[in-house]
């Protein structure tokens, strides 16, 4: 049996130090709840001794991301960025100081010594697009010090600080008798083949600097801190200035790579070159670090991601810092995600394919029709999830006139996958035309039949005294014997399709009705969905204005939920309607 982990943590520290701006207001409990299911709790166990006790709830912002304060470190997650880690108390401190997660966002890293700043970090907040660059050390600038990296102040900063040498907030210090007016001679290592990069662009997010001479734009590897690698070749590139939407994308990469945009939006992790460019009549082909790059003269270039590249993909998409890709065949390599559950049917996966060089985030369901056959299918295209429900979407290419679009919108009471099929002709004039198939059916889930199931795979969630089953997208639920082991003798098990749903949404930083129905609020309060208790029937599908809706009678009231409609839309959150018992139980 696997009881289900709920963490608490004493405050040994003065709360009221994560109270200010971003983080929560001070708790006055001794104890301080930290949700199981959050990245952040994830990569406190891992260092805990480290990191020492939180000194916060955890607190989040829309858009912006997730921060708690403990006291040797502030932890972030977001979507943009992943989970990292800002070691040390005043330094983080200083985070917490100027904002914290509500005005700075989520952390790209730890601290780094910047050469100009000194002892810095840099955030990203999805919720305005800022990205920060804050002091959180002595030395070159004042502790607290930030700049909006995304704003006019910022990047006149950028584009000057090679000629200042100065950070942004510079302490000014008294110059010396020696010091003079003079032409500063470069350094030695800033000399490749004759050519002075002293004064050229760097990249951090693409390791690298660029300069442009003579009208064309050359590029050389760096380390993290921007300075060439002591072995790196300056190569040119021939297609950046000309194709304007790649080299935007190269030289203004964002913290965030989504899979919806195909190959073009991979060009903000390709790296730097690693080989000239081998032209073929008016088409250049060139390797990056993490990928080749294809350029027509007179249109925007593609890329085809590497192995490495496609694990840099999942590594800035993802906030799981142990999904790790592994060969499948000669042809696949896949990362699965199992939602931290081991029951069937909750596993993602990230699938490389080397045909294409191209990534995909596909559902379990998604996965298992394409890899059953993907050449029905053909090479991967693109994907898209939808990071607020369970809806997913492929795109994959079978020759050049087809394509095929695979959706599996996952909330619905019936788990179907849709595929639709995509035909482009051209006329004689020129133009094409595309036609789109119908519907077909790839796949229907199978509900299991609850007297087959294995109680000791069930989770055991001890407010509600019941054990709890995944079946796809829908929980199995039966009340537990006394230690939670065993469902109590004689008690019925009854499906919930809501709370399955939301139950599979939990591991993607939200608090969900599952969450509450199983733990209450953040702090452990009980809510609307906590006084339910357990179901005491199976769900009933009804329909009104051609909108289909499922209830389900709980111990506690009614639910009311409004399912997936024809077309996909995403499926709100369950209307409870509670009974005396219900009100009783919430104190009403």
Same mark, same amino acid.
């Given at each position: 049996m696997r009881n289900k982990n709920t963490f608490f943590a004493s405050a040994t520290a003065a709360l009221a130090a994560a109270s200010s701006l971003g983080l929560m207001p001070a708790a006055s409990a001794a104890d301080i709840y930290m949700n199981p299911n959050a990245a952040i709790t994830k990569q406190w166990q891992k260092n805990s001794a480290t990191y020492g006790?939180?000194?916060?709830?955890? &607190?989040? !912002?829309? +858009?912006?991301?997730?921060?708690?304060?403990? =006291?040797?470190?502030?932890?972030?997650? %977001?979507?943009?960025?992943?989970?990292?880690?800002?070691?040390?108390?005043?330094?983080?401190?200083?985070? &917490?100081? !100027?904002? +914290?997660?509500?005005?700075?966002?989520?952390? =790209?890293?730890?601290?780094?010594?910047? %050469?100009?700043?000194?002892?810095?970090?840099?955030?990203?907040?999805?919720?305005?697009?800022?990205?920060?660059?804050?002091v959180v050390d002595e030395g070159k600038a004042s502790v607290g010090s930030k700049i909006d990296l995304n704003s006019?102040?910022?990047?006149?900063?950028?584009?000057?600080?090679?000629?200042?040498?100065?950070?942004?907030?510079?302490?000014?210090?008294?110059?010396?008798?020696?010091?003079?007016?003079?032409?500063?001679?470069?350094?030695p290592e800033m000399i490749i083949d004759g050519v002075d990069w002293t004064h050229s662009m760097t990249n951090r997010g693409q390791q690298s600097r660029w300069l442009v001479r003579e009208g064309k734009t050359y590029v050389i590897a760096t380390d993290d801190e921007t300075n060439i690698l002591p072995s790196a070749t300056a190569y040119e590139v021939p297609w950046m200035g000309v194709a304007s939407n790649a080299t935007n994308l190269w030289q203004n990469p964002s913290p965030s790579v989504e899979f919806t945009a195909g190959s073009n939006n991979q060009f903000a992790i390709i790296g730097y070159p690693v080989a000239d460019a081998v032209w073929d009549g008016d088409t250049a082909v060139q390797e990056f670090k993490y990928g080749t790059v294809s350029w027509t003269q007179g249109k925007e270039p593609t890329v085809r991601l590497n192995v490495e590249g496609a694990q840099r993909l999942i590594d800035l998409e993802t906030y799981f810092p142990d999904i790790k890709l592994e060969k499948k065949d000669d042809r696949f390599y896949v990362a699965?995600?199992?939602?931290?559950?081991?029951?069937?049917?909750?596993?993602?996966?990230y699938v490389f394919d080397t045909q294409s060089g191209n990534m995909a985030h596909l559902s379990h369901a998604?996965?298992?029709?394409?890899?059953?056959?993907?050449?029905?299918?053909?090479?991967?295209?693109?994907?898209?999830?939808?990071?607020?429900?369970?809806?997913?979407?492929?795109?994959?290419?079978?020759?050049?006139?087809?394509?095929?679009?695979?959706?599996?919108?996952?909330?619905?009471?019936?788990?179907?996958?849709?595929?639709?099929?995509?035909?482009?002709?051209?006329?004689?004039d020129g133009t094409q035309h595309t036609e789109t198939s119908g519907k077909h059916m790839a796949s229907t889930w199978v509900p299991q039949d609850p007297a087959t199931v294995d109680w000791s795979q069930a989770y055991y969630e001890p407010r509600q005294g019941a054990l709890v089953y995944t079946d796809e997208l829908s929980v199995l639920i039966v009340k537990a014997n006394a230690d939670g082991t065993a469902p109590a003798e004689g008690a019925p098990v009854y499906r919930s399709h809501l709370l399955g749903a939301q139950k599979s949404l939990q591991t993607i930083g939200t608090w969900t009705q599952y969450a509450e129905w199983a733990n209450g609020y953040w702090g452990g309060e009980a809510t609307d969905a906590t006084a339910l208790g357990l179901p005491i029937a199976d769900p009933v599908l009804t329909s009104k204005?051609?909108?289909?809706?499922?209830?389900?009678?709980?111990?506690?009231?009614t639910i009311t939920w409004r399912m997936l409609s024809e077309d996909y839309a995403n499926v709100d959150q369950a209307t409870i309607t509670l009974n005396e018992i219900g009100q009783a139980r919430l104190g009403q």
């Amino acid at each position: 049996m696997r009881n289900k982990n709920t963490f608490f943590a004493s405050a040994t520290a003065a709360l009221a130090a994560a109270s200010s701006l971003g983080l929560m207001p001070a708790a006055s409990a001794a104890d301080i709840y930290m949700n199981p299911n959050a990245a952040i709790t994830k990569q406190w166990q891992k260092n805990s001794a480290t990191y020492g006790k939180p000194l916060a709830k955890e &607190v989040c !912002v829309t +858009g912006a991301g997730c921060a708690q304060q403990f =006291e040797n470190a502030v932890i972030t997650w %977001s979507r943009n960025t992943g989970v990292k880690v800002l070691s040390g108390a005043e330094r983080a401190q200083a985070y &917490v100081d !100027v904002g +914290g997660v509500k005005t700075l966002g989520a952390l =790209e890293s730890d601290a780094w010594n910047n %050469s100009f700043c000194g002892p810095s970090v840099t955030t990203f907040n999805g919720s305005n697009s800022s990205r920060w660059l804050l002091v959180v050390d002595e030395g070159k600038a004042s502790v607290g010090s930030k700049i909006d990296l995304n704003s006019d102040a910022g990047k006149k900063w950028l584009a000057e600080r090679a000629q200042t040498k100065q950070c942004f907030d510079a302490v000014a210090e008294t110059p010396t008798p020696t010091q003079t007016d003079s032409v500063v001679t470069p350094a030695p290592e800033m000399i490749i083949d004759g050519v002075d990069w002293t004064h050229s662009m760097t990249n951090r997010g693409q390791q690298s600097r660029w300069l442009v001479r003579e009208g064309k734009t050359y590029v050389i590897a760096t380390d993290d801190e921007t300075n060439i690698l002591p072995s790196a070749t300056a190569y040119e590139v021939p297609w950046m200035g000309v194709a304007s939407n790649a080299t935007n994308l190269w030289q203004n990469p964002s913290p965030s790579v989504e899979f919806t945009a195909g190959s073009n939006n991979q060009f903000a992790i390709i790296g730097y070159p690693v080989a000239d460019a081998v032209w073929d009549g008016d088409t250049a082909v060139q390797e990056f670090k993490y990928g080749t790059v294809s350029w027509t003269q007179g249109k925007e270039p593609t890329v085809r991601l590497n192995v490495e590249g496609a694990q840099r993909l999942i590594d800035l998409e993802t906030y799981f810092p142990d999904i790790k890709l592994e060969k499948k065949d000669d042809r696949f390599y896949v990362a699965e995600r199992q939602y931290g559950y081991e029951n069937k049917g909750f596993s993602e996966y990230y699938v490389f394919d080397t045909q294409s060089g191209n990534m995909a985030h596909l559902s379990h369901a998604i996965y298992e029709n394409y890899m059953a056959s993907p050449e029905k299918f053909g090479a991967i295209d693109s994907s898209f999830t939808n990071p607020n429900n369970s809806y997913h979407s492929a795109s994959f290419k079978l020759n050049d006139s087809q394509s095929i679009s695979m959706v599996d919108a996952g909330t619905s009471a019936f788990y179907t996958v849709f595929y639709t099929v995509e035909t482009t002709t051209t006329a004689a004039d020129g133009t094409q035309h595309t036609e789109t198939s119908g519907k077909h059916m790839a796949s229907t889930w199978v509900p299991q039949d609850p007297a087959t199931v294995d109680w000791s795979q069930a989770y055991y969630e001890p407010r509600q005294g019941a054990l709890v089953y995944t079946d796809e997208l829908s929980v199995l639920i039966v009340k537990a014997n006394a230690d939670g082991t065993a469902p109590a003798e004689g008690a019925p098990v009854y499906r919930s399709h809501l709370l399955g749903a939301q139950k599979s949404l939990q591991t993607i930083g939200t608090w969900t009705q599952y969450a509450e129905w199983a733990n209450g609020y953040w702090g452990g309060e009980a809510t609307d969905a906590t006084a339910l208790g357990l179901p005491i029937a199976d769900p009933v599908l009804t329909s009104k204005d051609g909108v289909s809706y499922e209830t389900q009678q709980f111990e506690g009231g009614t639910i009311t939920w409004r399912m997936l409609s024809e077309d996909y839309a995403n499926v709100d959150q369950a209307t409870i309607t509670l009974n005396e018992i219900g009100q009783a139980r919430l104190g009403q």
